[in-house]
């Protein structure tokens, strides 16, 4: 049995789906946005007799930690908010856990790196520079250091369709700008790895099926800047490239430090896990109705 903290999210609800289609047992759990499907739960996960309680019920044999506040802004204007999800609330799982002895997989990020290096393997030190990266990487320390079997997975900017509770992402924020006639603002500062969630979610369950713990980088394979993301976006989907305007990050003036991280797959491929680059993520996306 897998129980997935935060499957109404856009990275646990794909997973969630993703498993059953493989064939595990997923119970998933959902906080605001009530999920009206088969297998999902009411769990607040900064309540801590709730938490233990549920997973003293399910007993699961995996529990994926895929809740999270990833607004990297709201995490340095509401430090309490972003360390009681991203912390404290992977502490109240653990507590559960430890009576059953659960593999813990924590979803984390790129965040947790400075950006000083040209990439960033899996055995790289870290040093976040954001709020956000700091509860991630402490959240990652909790779980390597609660004595359970564990996974860290840290992926870059998921990508894909997504459900109407979902928080969008880069490629639909172009397109949903551009049809509206609109001309879209893209900063050029930016540099990330953008991750097709389906490819995530493959590669996710390729480690859970061949029980791996440790750290994992999984991310798509294209690092470059946002601009030049939206304008493949453009080629992908039939818009005017001379719609899509270059801004610089400084001149948003956001409570946030953002650095350029480029995490490297490269571990992943011993188990025959190949990722997408961003045009065939978007050819993916084409393939299928959101």
Same mark, same amino acid.
């Given at each position: 049995?897998?129980?997935? *903290? !935060?499957?109404?999210?856009?990275?646990?609800?794909?997973?969630?789906?993703?498993?059953?289609?493989?064939?595990?047992?997923?119970?998933? $759990?959902?906080?605001?946005?009530?999920?009206?499907?088969?297998?999902?739960?009411?769990?607040? *996960?900064?309540?801590?007799?709730?938490?233990?309680?549920?997973?003293?019920?399910?007993?699961?044999?995996?529990?994926?930690?895929?809740? %999270?506040?990833?607004?990297?802004?709201?995490?340095?204007?509401?430090?309490?908010?972003?360390?009681?999800?991203?912390?404290?609330?992977?502490?109240?799982?653990?507590? %559960?856990?430890?009576?059953?002895?659960?593999?813990?997989?924590?979803?984390?990020?790129?965040? +947790?790196?400075?950006?000083?290096?040209?990439?960033?393997?899996?055995?790289?030190? $870290?040093?976040?520079?954001?709020?956000? %990266?700091?509860?991630?990487?402490?959240?990652?320390?909790?779980?390597?250091?609660?004595?359970?079997?564990?996974?860290?997975?840290?992926?870059?900017?998921?990508?894909?369709?997504?459900?109407?509770?979902?928080?969008?992402?880069?490629?639909?924020?172009?397109?949903?700008?551009?049809?509206?006639?609109?001309?879209?603002?893209?900063?050029?500062?930016?540099?990330?790895?953008?991750?097709? +969630?389906?490819?995530?979610?493959?590669? $996710?369950?390729?480690?859970?099926?061949?029980?791996?713990?440790?750290?994992?980088?999984?991310?798509?394979?294209?690092?470059?800047?946002?601009?030049?993301?939206?304008?493949?976006?453009?080629?992908?989907? %039939?818009?005017?490239?001379?719609? *899509?305007?270059?801004?610089?990050?400084?001149?948003?003036?956001?409570?946030?430090?953002?650095?350029?991280?480029?995490?490297?797959?490269?571990?992943?491929?011993?188990?025959?896990?190949?990722?997408?680059?961003?045009?065939? !993520?978007?050819?993916?996306?084409?393939? +299928?109705?959101?």
């Amino acid at each position: 049995m897998i129980l997935i *903290i !935060g499957g109404s999210g856009f990275l646990g609800y794909y997973l969630h789906h993703g498993l059953i289609a493989s064939g595990e047992k997923i119970i998933s $759990t959902y906080y605001k946005n009530r999920i009206e499907e088969e297998n999902f739960c009411y769990l607040n *996960i900064t309540n801590t007799k709730s938490t233990i309680k549920l997973i003293q019920k399910i007993q699961p044999d995996i529990i994926i930690y895929a809740s %999270g506040i990833t607004d990297v802004d709201l995490c340095e204007k509401n430090k309490k908010l972003a360390r009681a999800i991203n912390v404290d609330g992977i502490k109240n799982v653990i507590d %559960g856990a430890k009576n059953y002895g659960s593999k813990i997989i924590y979803i984390s990020t790129s965040a +947790v790196f400075d950006g000083s290096k040209r990439f960033y393997l899996e055995t790289d030190k $870290t040093n976040p520079i954001s709020y956000y %990266g700091k509860t991630k990487l402490d959240g990652e320390k909790v779980v390597i250091n609660s004595g359970l079997p564990n996974m860290i997975i840290r992926t870059d900017q998921p990508y894909g369709w997504k459900k109407n509770w979902h928080h969008t992402n880069s490629v639909l924020r172009t397109m949903t700008t551009l049809e509206q006639g609109k001309n879209f603002e893209e900063i050029s500062d930016w540099y990330n790895t953008p991750t097709y +969630v389906e490819d995530f979610v493959k590669a $996710t369950i390729r480690l859970i099926d061949k029980e791996q713990t440790g750290f994992f980088h999984v991310v798509g394979t294209d690092y470059d800047n946002r601009f030049n993301f939206s304008k493949k976006v453009c080629d992908a989907f %039939g818009f005017k490239q001379d719609k *899509i305007q270059k801004i610089n990050s400084k001149d948003l003036k956001l409570p946030a430090k953002r650095v350029n991280v480029k995490l490297v797959s490269k571990k992943i491929a011993s188990f025959n896990i190949t990722m997408l680059s961003f045009s065939k !993520g978007l050819e993916k996306m084409k393939m +299928v109705v959101s």
